[in-house]
């Protein structure tokens, strides 16, 4: 799986702020990759079969990456896939007349997991939903083990790619210029 990240130039050597605002001198740009269907199709293959048998009838993720992932991981399993929005109230909602029954069975899918907030905020708005979360699946963990949902949890791979908070980063007391992501 690796190989389909080094390929297409997804993993940046830096110095990053990530979503979460912590930092890191390893990125990984998932766009890279989910640019080519070839390649984003053998990472969603890993998730669609590592998820299946959460047996779910529908396939949600965050936007943005989100958005590709649920739709083709529907399309693996013959499910629909649909994507929640940032809310102005905060948090995510499913919007554009996105619903779910009450108790349909939710495959939740996003490409990086760090802090798992896109996640947790995806979870919450399948909850208000009225949907039951069945299961998590992300194209990379770099949580290095510390996530838990509370339902099955399926990676496509890991990578170990340190993270810290500001006050904490080296790059920062050397100086190194920051990119923020």
């Known amino acids: 799986m690796i190989a389909a990240f ?51 009838q529908t396939i949600a993720g965050p936007t943005t990456g989100g958005i590709l992932l649920a739709y083709e991981i529907g399309r ?30 939710v495959l939740v899918v996003d490409d990086v997991l760090t802090s798992g907030a896109s996640i947790r905020d995806t979870i919450d708005a399948v909850k208000a939903a ?5 299961g998590v699946s992300v194209m990379v963990d770099r949580s290095q083990g510390r996530a838990n949902f509370d339902v099955p949890f399926f990676a496509a791979t890991e990578i170990e790619m340190p993270s810290y908070e500001p006050a904490e980063c080296a790059l920062c007391k050397q100086g190194v210029p920051l990119e923020v992501r």
């Open 6 to 56: 080094e390929q297409t130039g997804a993993i940046l050597n830096g110095h990053f702020q990530l979503n979460s605002g912590r930092h890191s001198d390893r990125y990984l740009e998932k766009f890279n990759l989910l640019q080519w269907p070839e390649q984003t199709e053998v990472v969603c293959k890993s998730m669609a079969a590592g998820s299946a048998g959460t047996n779910p």
């Open 76 to 105: 693996q399993l013959g499910k629909r896939g649909i994507f929640a929005e940032r809310a102005e109230a905060g948090g995510r909602a499913f919007q554009r007349d996105f619903h779910l029954d009450p108790g349909e069975r």
């Open 130 to 134: 009225g949907g039951v979360v069945v």
